[in-house]
């Protein structure tokens, strides 16, 4: 029985030396792996566009999004109806039930080459109160 030990003696110790090494690499690290690099957070370049003169309705109505939330319906010279949401003219703090022609320059992010749908005023070239429907 003895010599039955001794013959598995050294497999026993080639494997348990082959387990110890693997258990305690499975918890390093490669010396030779890259720690992650996070991508870089994108921060917009905003510049105005061109000035555009808008006519600003005088009731808001539900902006058609996800979120809850009232919006503005603007006419541009073309005659297109869109939607603003509320407070996405900078400056501007319209009174419900008075219509106004305002100045106003697209907010553009420089980077996408688009617009972000917010406006900064210019001027309020006019106003005038409205009936309500």
Same mark, same amino acid.
């Given at each position: 029985? +003895?010599?039955?030990?001794?013959?598995?003696?050294?497999s026993l110790l080639l494997a348990g030396? +082959?387990?110890?090494?693997?258990?305690?690499?499975?918890?390093?690290?490669? =010396?030779?792996?890259?720690?992650?690099?996070?991508?870089?957070?994108?921060?917009?370049?905003?510049?105005?566009?061109?000035?555009?003169?808008?006519? @600003?309705?005088?009731?808001?109505?539900?902006?058609a999004s996800e979120l =809850?939330?009232?919006?503005?319906?603007?006419?541009?010279? #073309? %005659?297109?109806?869109?939607? +603003? =949401?509320? #407070?996405?003219? #900078?400056?501007?703090?319209?009174?419900?039930?008075?219509?106004?022609? +305002?100045?106003?320059?697209?907010?553009? #992010?420089? %980077?996408?080459?688009?617009?972000? %749908?917010?406006?900064?005023?210019?001027?309020?070239?006019?106003?005038?109160? @409205? %009936?309500?429907?």
């Open positions: 029985m +003895i010599s039955a030990y001794q013959s598995i003696k050294p030396l +082959i387990s110890a090494a693997t258990l305690l690499s499975a918890c390093q690290t490669s =010396p030779f792996a890259k720690d992650p690099v996070p991508e870089p957070r994108y921060i917009p370049s905003i510049v105005l566009g061109e000035a555009q003169t808008l006519t @600003v309705m005088p009731n808001r109505v539900a902006c =809850p939330m009232q919006c503005l319906l603007a006419k541009s010279k #073309d %005659g297109s109806v869109f939607q +603003i =949401p509320y #407070d996405w003219i #900078d400056d501007f703090k319209p009174a419900l039930g008075t219509e106004y022609i +305002i100045s106003a320059r697209p907010q553009i #992010d420089e %980077g996408q080459q688009s617009a972000t %749908g917010h406006w900064t005023l210019q001027n309020i070239l006019s106003q005038r109160m @409205v %009936g309500m429907p």
